[in-house]
């Protein structure tokens, strides 16, 4: 069976991986794909996510890193996959992952959505507090693969003061 795992991956984390390679162990291939989504401005261009992920998941023959965009349904069923795989860390992802599960449902029957539970140590950790820890300056080494903490911390020198509203000084 083969499985997408879609997703932002802005960047991807140690909480994304551990999904990803406890995944593997369940399906015979697993596809992580970047979704293509002009509603909103990553830190990571799609081109340097795929780069990102590919070498985090390197270690995983049964792993491949693609992108699309559109519906999701209609890129599962393209690569012929019957499910979509999503993480769950706490209720609040809950309403809103069965909210698109539904959703997905009334669009193809033939893909299945399946929910894998964050490990308690990631419970915690999304792509968002990478980046706000990362911002002011705290260490993200522990929650990211060391290259992608190299990228984000590169990221972060590179974005003058003033272009970041939560640090622009008050007049
Ligand atoms: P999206 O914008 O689609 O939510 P994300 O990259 O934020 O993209 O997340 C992709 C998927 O990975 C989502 O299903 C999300 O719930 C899951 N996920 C994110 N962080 C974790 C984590 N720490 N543990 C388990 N699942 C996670």
New binding site residues.
């Given amino acids: 069976m083969i499985a997408i795992?879609?997703?932002?991956?802005?960047p991807i984390?140690l909480?994304?991986l551990?999904?990803i390679e406890r995944a593997t162990r369940l399906f015979s291939r697993v596809i992580v794909a970047v979704?293509r989504n002009p509603n909103k401005t990553p830190l990571f261009t799609v081109e340097q996510r795929l780069k990102q992920i590919i070498s985090a998941t390197s270690h995983l023959p049964s792993v491949e890193v693609d992108s699309f965009d559109g519906l999701t349904v209609n890129y599962a069923q393209m690569r012929q996959a019957g499910v979509l795989l999503?993480?769950?860390?706490a209720v609040s992802?809950f309403e809103i992952?069965l909210q698109m599960a539904h959703t997905n449902k009334t669009l193809s029957t033939q893909v299945e959505t399946v929910f894998?539970a964050?490990?308690n140590e990631?419970?915690f950790?999304?792509?968002s507090v990478v980046k706000e820890i990362a911002r002011f300056g705290g260490s993200v080494d522990h929650l990211v693969p060391p290259h992608i903490a190299t990228d984000i911390y590169q990221c972060y020198s590179q974005i003058p003061l003033w272009e970041n509203p939560m640090t622009t000084p008050r007049e």
């Fill in positions: 795992y879609p997703g932002s991956f802005d984390t909480g994304h551990d999904l979704l999503r993480g769950l860390r992802d992952e894998l964050t490990s990631h419970s950790l999304s792509s």
